[in-house]
Every structure is written in C-alpha cells, then in structure tokens.
C-alpha cells in the first residue's frame, strides 16, 4: 500500500469563488488546455444537475475553455449506455460537482462510464471534484459523521473512486469543524493520511504524489502513522479518542505537500 | 521560560456536567479535601454571580464539600478592601465560574483578592476554572476570536493570571471548532504549547507539570516548537496561516500529558 497516483487530480473542499478572481476554477480550465481545453463536468452527485450543470457550463466558457459538455447519468443503465466511452474520450479536464459522494459511486461504480474516468486519469487528463466531488477522489471516503469531538465508531466511510490511495479527504473543513471526524477516520487506520479541505480552497496533485495549495484558506493534514498511543481497539463505539502524536501540517496557498514522503514542501 | 506549575489546577472547558454523574465536579471537591473541604466559588467572570453563585453553592455542598462560600467582586475596590485575605485563607479549593475572561483578570489582577489567590495555589491548594475561568489560568490567554480556518491575527489575547505558564488555553474546543484559533494563537510564538479543552472535559495539573484527563470528551495538545515552515512573518493579517510540522495530540478520561517533556503519558 503506497500513495498512489496516476495522473492529475484538482480536489476542491466545496464553496469555492464562482464570482469574483474565481481562482481554482480558472486553475481547472488552464491544466485541462486553456483554450483548447475540452471540459466534462458530471453532475451525478447533485441532485439539480441541470441548475448546476448549466451553472458550470457558463463558468468555464467564460473562464476560457474550448468546449465544456454536461453529463448526467440519472441511472447505472446510462452510465453503461454504449457509445459513453466516445462522450468522453476527448475531453482534457472533467469536473465533479458536489452534492452526495454516494450518488457519485453508486451510480458510476463499476460502469463503463466509470472505467472511461479511469482510463482518463491514467492518461493525464486532470480530474477535478468539489465538495461530494473531493471526497469521492480517495480509496475510502468519509460519507458521513458528526463535527465536534473526535469519537470512535462515529463517522460513516464506503468505497471511493480511488483514484488517490491511501489518503482520506474531507471537505468544508473548518468552516464545518471536521478535524474530529478526519481523526477518527485516520484512527481506524493510521498508515491513511488524512487531507482536510477548507471552502474556496484545493489541492493540486501531480503524479509525483505532491499537490500545492491554491485557493483563500487553508488544507490541513493529518499523519497518524507514527502514533504510540491510541485507545482505538479498547474503547466502545461512541468514545472520546485517544491518538498521539499526531504530526499537522496547516497549509495554505502556494505551499506544498509531498503524499509519499509526507512532509511540507517549500 | 519553561512549564511553570507551582500548585494544582483544574482547567475545564465548559459545560460540565451538573446533573447526573458531575465527574469533574465531584473530582474537585475530592482535590479539595472531600468532607473535610472549603470551597470558595469566585464570579468575577459572569453578569449574574447571584444565579451561577447559588448554583455552585448548592452543587458543591451536595457533592460533599464542608463549606462553600461565594464571593463576588463588583469592582477592583471590592478585591482590594481590608480583610479580603482572610475571607480567603482557609479555603482549600477555589472556583472560577465561567463569563468572560477579562472581567476576571480586569477585576483581580494586581489586587490584594488576586495576590491571595497566587499565595493559596503556591501552597497547594486546588484552583479549578471552567470556561472564561479556564482561559485566565495562562499567562498569556485568548479573549476573542472566530472559529473557522487558521488566520494569522484574527485573534485577541490579553494577559491572564499565569499560574500556568508556557501554556495557551481554549475551551467549548470541539464543540465550536476552535483549532484554528488555537493554532493561530500558538503561530505566534511556537514555544508556547496549546492546549484545546471541549466540554465537560477537564485537565488536572499537577505540581510536576503532568496533567490528567478526566470528563467525557477529548482534550488536544497542539505543539508547534518543532515546526520549519511559516508564514507567519510574512503574510498580512487576515490571511491563511501555514505552519508545519505541528505535533497533535488527542486524550481522552484517564490519559494524560507532561507539559515540560510534550508527551503524552498512558
């Protein structure tokens, strides 16, 4: 088990600015081509995909892209429709909006749709995601779990994409007090990395395993693997936490992490 | 500048239970001697010392403490008047409620109330504090500042009564998503040690600068001594912070951590 990473991934902790420098989006259109960029935006995890959808089709055009198509999948039947691969395969950026991380991988899990988005990524094609749309981006996702104190047992995680391996993200990250829920996610197993997200703020991945910060506020991480004490295996579900040490990294824009060596970069 | 404990304290972070099982409460009347204890319950802090006063009054005596008195200060006249010491003398444990910090500080600092007070906890007798009376327990303390992303200066401190020293405290930590400001607060001179208290959760300090958890929730130690990377000297105020490495620590009831060595203990 190793932080494994293909290609590019823009993972967005939600709320990010659609009205002003609307800095990470426009970050998204320049890694996906600038002006020859071909834009997917999938809108599965959103429950208003054609609000959104539309919302996100005038932002990119005005941001400079190329082309930008929406694609709704209401169902798995359409997410494995024939001729899906050849919506897609032209595309140089898609982009996940946010919503619930669990329409995403249901509806996409294991569909032809979902193997295209792999073959993409493993072509360099970067991948984008807000909110539901960054939790999605890891192995295993936090899909549910309450802020304030860490708790044991307390937070509920399914399968993601996993298209970033070994790390948790979570989203809204201070702006909803998450930093408990993150813990006890990395808890269950401290070799995972936890990356929590704030609003109107990214990491960029490259596939060297290290991704810069842009955006207004800030990503925290959160490494457990070198905890000696824990009170994990003991306590009954429902339980303060006990983790220590834990080593932070508070980050913000312009600043660098590296996933394999898991250290700050300069 | 090192951890400076001189006595024992009992630091709680808020909303302690008073209804049903009153962990820390009780705890407190036991460090104050059981049934062979003086309580004196101090209301600088809150707008309505009648009603806080009584309540504890009531709680302290049905825990088992002998003798519980309170004593209210209006003003910096009243700290001051003749005698006050030996209002205070036999107390064997002292009680700060919750309200705001600086009325606390503003009220008893420099007065003969508050130079008594400092002579009490060098003889060891027990000062506990919840809340606002948490906060005061530090020589430098958080007054203000709103939850949410690390910012550099986005915080208000102000200097408390130092009968901790080295040492940042925060409290209703978990509950009102305060890490932030914990962080921002310690971003300022990394020596000083955070130390994030949630609800009805409490630390025992001991003389030997080792404290206890005791209470339901957790209580995060957050060390930045060690960290390389900041920005703190150089962005404006109200930006995003950076610090890394920042060394974490999660305990829960029955853990504890040595302030002068920054490690936990089992």
Known sequence: MTEHV???????????????ECKILKRFVQESGGRESRITVLTAATEYPLQVGTEYHSLFLELGAQEVQVLDVLDRTQANRQGI??????????FFTGG??????????????????????????????TSAGASVMSDT????????????????????????RSVVIDQHFAQRGRIGRLLSA???NPYVLGVGIDEDTAILVQSDARFSVV??????????????????SETTPGQA???????????????????????SLL
Chains 1, 2 share one sequence.
């Open 6 to 20: 293909e290609g590019k991934l823009l993972i967005i902790g939600g709320a990010e600015d659609k009205k002003n």
């Open 85 to 94: 691969e050849r919506e897609l395969e032209k595309s140089t950026g898609v």
């Open 100 to 129: 619930d991380q669990l329409r995403i991988t249901g509806l996409l899990g294991g569909t032809l749709l979902g193997r295209m988005l792999e073959q993409l990524y493993e072509q360099g094609v970067i991948i984008a995601g």
């Open 141 to 164: 996702m936090i899909v549910g779990g309450e802020a304030g104190t860490a708790k044991k047992d307390t937070l509920t995680m399914a399968p993601g994409l996993g298209l970033l």
């Open 186 to 188: 990395i808890s269950q």
């Open 215 to 232: 955006g207004t506020n800030t990503v925290t991480v959160v490494d457990a693997s070198s905890s000696t004490t824990t009170n994990v």
């Open 241 to 263: 936490l006990v983790l220590s040490p834990i080593l932070m990294h508070v980050l913000s824009d312009g600043y660098g992490f590296d996933l394999k060596r898991r250290v």
